[in-house]
C-alpha cells in the first residue's frame, strides 16, 4: 500500500518539475547606466532581475511580448546598489517572449 503511495506522489509531482519551454530575447536601452538585466525562466512565469551598480535611482520600464497573449508593461524602481525583480506570468501558452527594458535616470 506504501509503495502505491509514493508512485503516485511521484507521478504527481513529474508534470511540475518540466524545464521551461520557451526561449527569451532581451532588448535593452541601458542609456549608458550601470545596469545589469538578468532573466529567470521558469515554467508559467518569467522573472526579470535588475540590478543597478551606478550611484543614483533609475526607472526601468519593461515590456513583454509573449505571442499570443497580450503584451503587458511594467515599471520599477531600482536604488544603488540594489536588484529588483519582476515577474511575468503566463495566461497563455507562449514560445518565445520579448523583454523590452529601458532604463533612466
Not at 543597478?52 to 546598489?81: E, F, I, M, T
Amino acid at each position: 500500500m506504501r509503495s502505491t503511495a509514493v508512485m503516485i506522489t511521484c507521478l504527481l509531482a513529474a508534470p511540475l518539475a518540466q524545464a521551461q519551454t520557451y526561449e527569451v530575447e532581451v532588448k535593452s536601452t541601458l542609456n549608458e547606466l550601470p545596469v545589469k538585466v538578468e532573466t529567470v525562466p521558469m515554467p508559467g512565469m518569467l522573472v526579470v532581475k535588475l540590478t543597478n551598480n551606478g550611484p543614483g535611482k533609475v526607472r526601468c520600464d519593461l515590456r513583454y511580448d509573449a505571442s499570443p497573449q497580450p503584451p503587458y508593461r511594467a515599471h520599477v524602481y531600482v536604488d544603488p546598489g540594489k536588484t529588483e525583480e519582476n515577474a511575468f506570468r503566463a495566461k497563455r501558452k507562449w514560445f518565445r517572449v520579448i523583454v523590452d527594458v529601458e532604463c533612466r535616470p
